[in-house]
């Protein structure tokens, strides 16, 4: 069962912040996330476990709920490489095998 | 060290016809994974690997299989293509199992196969 992510889609100007959202309804072991250029092959960004442990990544950080099954995504003071898709995986607890991806968020930074 | 390879990078077939996308690695990594990737809809897991000798269906596995009889290997099989799997396919693979120990469990993708099937 794919998790779900929010928003599809954001336009940011350069600098602005955002956030992306991935929940489950089923209970996780594990989220991560990887981004996607055009074209391109998905690239891995960060692995949370449960626990609630906020990971990060120069200016973009991350956040496991376990509680809620929620993951969210923070980027801040936006640049210009940042734009891509964003996928959020997930592992269930019990199927450590099976990394399930949501459908994307497409994040567009313009100047 | 070249990664993950999947070839070919693009392929035509007609429907009904049979063809195999291959995957290979050269980390010696342990996990192999198949998903496609269709507009609107991320990456769906097909088919997975934990090892030689050792496979599983992921979400979307009819019309496919695979094999797993090397470590280094990962073939996808399709034996009688349809317009449905017209799709950009990835090969990713990881050093262990997708849930494990941070750091072990980072995957790299190839860098994809497109295929159309009229």
């Known amino acids: 069962q794919q998790p779900v992510q929010s928003p599809q889609a954001v336009i940011l100007r350069e600098g602005e912040d955002a956030v992306i959202n991935c929940s489950s309804s089923k209970a996780l072991y594990s989220v991560h996330w990887y981004r996607q250029k055009h074209g391109e092959a998905p690239v891995f960004l960060m692995i949370?476990?449960?626990?609630?442990e906020q990971k990060g990544h120069d200016k973009i950080s991350a956040s496991f709920n376990e509680k809620k099954q929620q993951s969210s995504l923070y980027l801040t003071a936006s640049q210009l490489s940042y734009s891509g898709t964003y996928f959020c995986?997930?592992?269930?607890?019990?199927?450590?095998?099976?990394?399930?991806f949501g459908k994307g968020t497409l994040l567009t930074v313009n100047p | 060290n070249a990664g993950v390879t999947q070839t070919p990078k693009f392929q035509v077939l007609k429907t009904g016809q049979s063809m195999t996308l291959q995957c290979a690695q050269d980390m010696n990594h342990e996990y192999m994974s198949w998903y496609r990737q269709d507009p609107g809809m991320g990456l769906r897991l097909i088919h997975y690997s934990v090892g030689a000798g050792i496979t599983d269906q992921g979400e979307v596995p009819n019309g496919y299989n695979v094999s797993r009889s090397t470590t280094e290997d990962f073939p996808l099989r399709l034996l009688s293509a349809a317009p449905s799997q017209t799709s950009v396919y990835f090969c990713?693979?990881?050093?262990w199992g997708a849930g494990g120990s941070p750091g072990a469990n980072v995957l790299t993708f190839g860098a994809g196969s497109r295929l159309t099937v009229l």
């Open positions: 949370l476990l449960k626990g609630g």
């Open positions: 990713a693979s990881s050093p």
């Open positions: 995986g997930t592992v269930r607890g019990g199927s450590n095998y099976k990394l399930t």
